[in-house]
C-alpha cells in the first residue's frame, strides 16, 4: 500500500500542489515564529549576559512588592547607599565591585533627541575599568568632571557626533548642558540592543539620575579566581546583615530577575504568532479536506477495482491516508525551511530598520522547531484526510463495474440538525459570558458557534449562493446560470471552500469593529472627561521631563497646567494604578466632577477616588485609605473627595506632593493645558511649540488631534493583527483555486459538450468565474456576518473597560466584502483560463 | 450556391509524425446533401468518427477543404467555429449529451441562450411535441431515462433549425425500443422539414432509417448506398474482414 501511495501522490501531483502550498504556507508561520523568537530570546540572553559580564554578586535595594512589567515607577526600589560598596569592596573573596547608578538620560545633539526609535534612552555611570564595568572606551577618554560623558558608538554614528563636542542631556527635573569625552562599546558590540547610553560622572550620575548622593541603584561585585557565585552571595549577606533594605544575588539570579520581563513580552509575542499560524492552519485543513474529499471520488472506479482485486478496507484506507501522510511530511519540510527563510528575512529587516547591530546571534533552529513544524504538517494533513480515507474505504467492488456510481454521503440532515445544536450553545455561551462570564466561556462559545455555522454551510448554501447567483443569469445569461448551478451542486465543497475563507473574514471583521469600537469609545471619553486645550507627550510613549510642565505655567495666557504621573499601589491587596496630578488644575484640565470633597485636599497626604471605588469599598471623604508604595512601605491616605468616574482620572488620584514622596520618579507621562481664553489658542500653540524646542522628543496636540493620534495607534495596533491574518487570507484563496481547478478537471467532458453545441471560450471563463465569486462572496458574506456576532459581542464584553459604543464600520465591511469578490475572481483567473483552453475534441471524446 | 449542405473536398487527416503517424482520413471527397439523412459506417478506427468532427468543425484538417453551406470551415478561429457549431449545426453524442444542472427544457434552449437569441416559440414547441417531453421538460438530466435524455438530445440539436445535425452513434448506449424511437425523431425530422442529418454509427439497423449509407475503411471511403436496408449494410459491412483496428 505504501508504494501504491506514493504512486498515487505522483500520479495527481498537479492536484496535490495547491493544497501541499497550503500546508507549506501555515508550516511556514509556525516555524518562523518560533525560529524569529527563539532567536530574539537569545539576543536577549546574551544582551543580559554581557551586561552583567564579569560581575558575580549584585546588591540592589528591597521594594515592598514586586516590579512586573508595569515599568517606571513600578520597579522602584530601595536605594543602596555607598557604604554598602565599601563594605562589599572589604569583604573576602571580592576581587572588585562597583556602584551603578542608572535611570533616564535622553541625549539632545543640536536639536535632535537621539534616540533609535522606541528603544530605551539610558544614563549610568562611568566607573572605571574594572571587570564588572561592561563598557569599553574605544576612543576619548572617561569623564573626570561633572558635566563631562562618554556615549556610545551606535548612537556617535548614527548621529555624527564628533569627540569633543557639545550637547544636552535631559535627565529626571532638570536639563543639563554635557560634553561628550568619549565613546564606548559594550564588551563587543557598538549598542545594547538599541538603547543610547550616556554615561557620567559617578557623582552627577548619583545627582542627576537617582536624585541624591552618595547612593546607587546596585553595587555589583566581582569575585577573586576560585570563588564561586553562591559563595560570595553567602559572604556578601554576611558582611551586610546588619544593613537593611537591601538584598544580596548571585549574578545568575539577577540576570534572570532583569529579563524575566522581556522573555514574558517575547512569550506573549510567541504566544500571539502562533495562535495566528495556528489559524492559517487551520484554514489550510479545509482545503486538505477538500481536495482529498474530490481526489476520491474522482477515483472511486480505480479504488473500486483495487477491491475487486483483492485489496481490504483498511488497505484502501491506507492508501489514501499514505498519500496525505505523504504529502504532510513533504510540505512540512518544505515549511520548515520556508519559516527559516521567513526568519531570516525579518531579521535582516529589523538589522536594515535599526541600523544594524541589535539581534546579535545567527539563527536559532531549535529541535522543537523541526519537531513542531513537522508534526503540524503531517498530522494536520492525516486528520483532515480521514473522513475522504474512510469514505474511500466504503467504496463496494462493484463500483468498479458500474458507470453511475457515487458515493454515499451522510445525510445532511443530521449534519445540520448537529450544526443548529451547537450553533445555538455556543451563541448562548457567548451571549452569557460577555456579560460577565469567563475569557474562557467566551472563547468557547465563539468556537462552537464557529463549529455550528461551517456545519450549517452546505445548508446555507443553498439560499444564500442561490440568492447571490439570482442576478447572475440575468446579468450575463448561460455563463451565469451555469455559474450559479456549479456553485449549487456539491453544497459540501462549496462549502468548506466558502468556510476557509470565512475564518479570515470573520476574525477581520470581529478586529475591525473592536477597533472601531475602541476608537468611538475613546473619542466619546476623551470628549466628555478632557477639559485641556492642548496634551503634551512624548514619542513612544516615553517620560516627559519634570521642568515642562513648570516652564510652560509661567506663559500667558494659561489657565492650568497639569503633569500627570503613573505609578503603582497596593490597596488591601490587590495592586492598583494611581495618577500623580497637580491638585489645582486637574479639575479643569480632566472635566473632574467632584462630587464630595475637593481637589485641594490633594495638597496634604489625601487621595480622591472615583464614584465606583467608594461605592464597593464603603468609602467617604474623611475615611482613612492604608495603602503600601513599592518604594516607601505602608502608608495611610485619607479620602479627600469622591469624583464621578472619568475614564482617563481612573480609580486613584494622588496631588503630586503625596506622589513625590513616595515615588522617586519625577518624569511625567502627560502634560495637560489649558488656555485662559478660547480665542487664542494659535498664538498658544505658537509658545507652546516654543518651549518644547529645548525637548524635541515630546508632542504637542490639541484635542482632534489628540484623538486622531489615538485613533492612529488603534488603528496600527489593528493592522498589524490584519497583517497577521493574511496569510489565512491566501491560504483560503488558495482554496479557492485548488477548488475550482479540482471542478474544472473534474467537468472536462461537461465543458467540452458546451463548446461543442456553441459555448465560447470566453463565455467558459466567464462561467468558472462567476463561480468562483459565488463562493467567494458566500463565504465573505458568512464571515462578516459572524464577524459581526463575534464583534458586537466582545466589544459587550469590554463595556466595563469603558469601551462602551459599539461602532460598526459599515465601509470596512462592505470592502471586505469586495476583497471576497476580487479574492474570487483573482482566484478563477487561471482555471477559467484552462477550462476556456479544453480542446474540445478531447474533452468529449474522452471515453 | 451548391445542392450540398456539408462538403468534403479531399480531405485528410494524419495524426503524428514518422513512426508513430496514423492516416485517419486519406483524401476523403463527399457531398452531404441537404435535406438528407447521411450515414457514415464503417469498423471501428474506419476513421468515420473523424470525418465527422473534421465536418463539424471539432477537428482541424491535415489537408483539403471542408464547406458547411459556403462556408470554409478550415481556416476560422476558434471563435468563428464556435459560433459556427452554435448557429448552423446540432450535435447528438452517445453519452453525456447534457448539462446535469440545467433542466431538460434549459438544455435544449441552451445553443440559443448561448447565442442570445429567444427562441422561436411555435418551432420550440413542435420539436418539444414531436420527441414527446411536454411533461419532462423541468426535470434534469438525472431525473430522465437514457432514450429521454436522448430525446432532450435530440431536441436540442433541433430547436435553433441548424442546416445540419451530426449525431455520433446516438444510439450507442440506448436499448432498441429507446434507439428505434430516436432514430425515428430522426427520421420524421428529415422528412417533415427537410434537417439535414449525418449520422455517424457502426449498427447497419441504425443505418437503415438514412437515405444513403457511406462506408469508410482505413480513412476512404470504399462504397455507398442508397437506400439501405439492415440487410444491404451488414452484408456490405461482412465484407470488411481484413482486420482494421489501428486506431481505437
Redesign the interface.
Known sequence: MFRLAVKGALARKLRLALTAVSIVLGVAFVSGTYVLTDTLNATFNQIFGNAEHGVSVVVRGTQSFGGQGGGGSADERNLVPDSVLQTVRHTQGVSSAIGVADGYAQLVYQGKAVGNGSAPTLGSAWVGNVPANPLRIVSGRPPAVTGEVVIDQHSAQKFHIPLGTGAEAIVQGQSVPVHIVGIVRFGKDSTLAGATLTAFSPQQAQLLLLGQAGVWSTVQATAAPGVTQPVLAARISQSLSSVPNVQVMTERAYVADQSKRFKDQLKFFNILLLVFAFIAVFVAVFIIFNTFTVLVAQRTRELALLRAVGAGRRQVMAAVIGEAALVGVVSGVLGLFGGVGVAAGLRALIEGLSGGGLVTVGLQIHPRTVIVSLVVGTVVTIVAAIVPAVRAARIPPVAAMRDDFTLPTASLRRRTRLGAVTLVIGAVLLGTGVNGGSALQIGIGALLMFRGVVALSPLLSRPIVGGIGRILPRVWGVSGRLARENALRSPRRTAATASALMIGIALTTTMSIMAASITTSANAQIDKSVGADFIITAKNFGPVPDPVAGQIAKLPGIAGVTSFRNGDMKVGGSREQITGVTPDTVAQTLRLRVTSGSTSSLHGPAVLINHQTAKSKHLKVGDPLHVTFALTGPKTLTVGGVFDDNPIAGKYLLGMSTYDANFRNRLDVVIAVKAATANALNSLRAELAQVLKATPTLELRDQSEFKQNQKRQINQVLSFVLALLVLSLVIAWLGIVNTLALSVFERTREIGLLRAVGMAAGQVRRMVRLEAVVIALFGALLGVVLGIGYGTALVQALHSQGIDTTSIPVNQLILYLVIGVLAGITAAWWPARRAGRLNVLGAIATE | MSDAAVRAVAVSKIYGEGGTRVVALDDVTADFGRGAFTAIMGPSGSGK?TLM?CLAG??SVTSGQVFVGDTEVNGLD??RL??L???RIG?V?QS???????TAM?NIT??L????RSPDRAWLDTVIDTVGLRDRLNHRPSELSGGQQQRVACA?AMAGRPEVIFADEPTGNLDSRASAEILGFLRQTVDQVGQTIIMVTHDPVSAAYADRALFLADGRIVDEVEDPNAETVLTRMKRFDAPADRQG
Do not use: I, M, W, Y
Not at chain 2, 97 to 102: A, I
Not at chain 2, 113 to 116: R, Y
Open positions: 468518427s468532427h471539432l477537428d476558434d471563435k464556435t459560433v457549431r452554435r448557429d450535435f453524442f453525456f449529451n447534457l448539462v446535469p444542472t440545467l434549459e441552451l445553443p441562450d448561448l447565442a442570445g436540442r
